[in-house]
């Protein structure tokens, strides 16, 4: 559609009407006819003589041609424009950030698929939480993965295929066969800095405890909850088990409660896949809806069209005025020649 975007502008096309009624007519000076002697003949008769004036006529062109332009002149200044249809963008409203446990206890076979067999750690998490990635498609999902240190895999991206398939190639001892969890929330926490998502969400899995941070896992919470970071937890594995292949549920707890999010166990893939649905749940899906409609600017088209009836005007009267002064030899001026030299003689 077409539209204004100043079209109280309009107020002003009887501005040149109003100008001619009040204002005196422009006046020029003009040669008039040269008489010998003419100062002393006014002097003789008692005349002071003053600057003649005389107050142009317009032809028709003009009366024509100028309130077109200015029509053209004030609807170019209302600035006309072509609105094209809406464009709608869906922006995320929430950064999801999946830190993964991949020490070399992730490769121990005790989680059972769905038909019973014994399957690793590592291939029960890679399942289900590709499949959880796939059921956010209006998120900005990022995927950080720890050992012995953390490594961020992907940053936060819309390109969910892409963490797909990194997620796909993990391997148990990748990073590491240590685990270093606080500093790999530490790391999360960094890289939501630059985020302007209104929600930012972490989500730990891990089946050991914390032996090889620098940052303790209960002081990156505290710095989490300063930031406004929930961090979910899950633990998987043996709680039962001694040294580094213990899980610390107690941790985990007490991270989740501290920056206000959710603590959860899993024992098989199908509690692994139950924890994943039940945080799709609790992380509904949040997108804001960007709209705008283009506009195209069409003002130089009536301010093109007046300046070229003002160029044309002036070179049609520039060639009028040619024509008039151009020399004329004609038979009546030959005979009035021929008189005037008889009457010397």
């Known amino acids: 559609m077409y539209q204004f975007e100043y079209p109280w502008l309009f107020v002003l096309l009887p501005l040149p009407l109003l100008l001619w009624w009040w204002l005196p007519p422009y006046r020029e000076e003009s040669p008039s006819v040269r008489l010998p002697f003419f100062g002393e003949v006014a002097s003789a008769a008692g005349l002071i003589p003053a600057t003649g004036a005389v107050v142009p006529r317009r032809n028709r062109l003009q009366w024509v041609l100028a309130p077109l332009a200015w029509v053209l002149v004030v609807t170019a200044l209302a600035r006309p424009q072509f609105l094209e249809a809406p464009i709608q963008k869906v922006q995320p409203a929430r950064d999801l950030l999946i830190v993964l446990d991949l020490s070399q206890s992730m490769d121990t076979r005790d989680f059972r ?117 929930v961090v979910h937890t899950i633990g998987i594995g043996d709680p039962n088990a001694s040294g580094e292949e213990k899980v610390d549920l107690g941790v985990l707890q007490r991270l989740a409660t501290q920056t206000g999010g959710r603590y959860f166990f899993g024992a098989d893939q199908a509690g692994l896949k139950t924890i994943y649905a039940t945080l799709d749940k609790i992380t509904p899906h949040n997108e804001k809806t960007l709209s705008w409609r283009p506009r195209r600017e069409l003002f130089m088209w009536p301010l093109g ?39 010397g003689r």
């Open 113 to 229: 698929d769905p038909s019973g067999v014994l399957i690793a750690r590592v291939q029960a998490v890679r399942q289900v939480v590709s499949g959880f990635v796939a059921k956010r498609p209006g998120d900005r999902i990022g995927l950080i993965v720890f050992g012995d240190a953390p490594y961020p895999l992907a940053p936060f991206t819309l390109d969910h295929q892409l963490v797909q398939t990194l997620i796909t190639g993990l391997l148990p001892g990748m990073a590491g066969p240590s685990t270093a969890l606080g500093d790999a929330i530490g790391l999360g926490i960094k890289m939501f800095e630059h985020s302007e998502a209104s929600e930012k969400v972490l989500i730990v899995l891990t089946d050991g405890n914390d032996t090889a941070s620098r940052m303790p896992p209960e002081r990156a919470g505290g710095i989490a909850k300063e930031r406004k970071v």
């Open 305 to 343: 069209a007046a300046l070229a009836l003002v160029l044309v005007y002036q070179l049609l009267m520039f060639g009028y005025s040619a024509w008039l002064s151009r020399p004329r030899h004609s038979a009546e001026g030959a005979d009035d020649m021929a008189h005037a030299s008889g009457e």
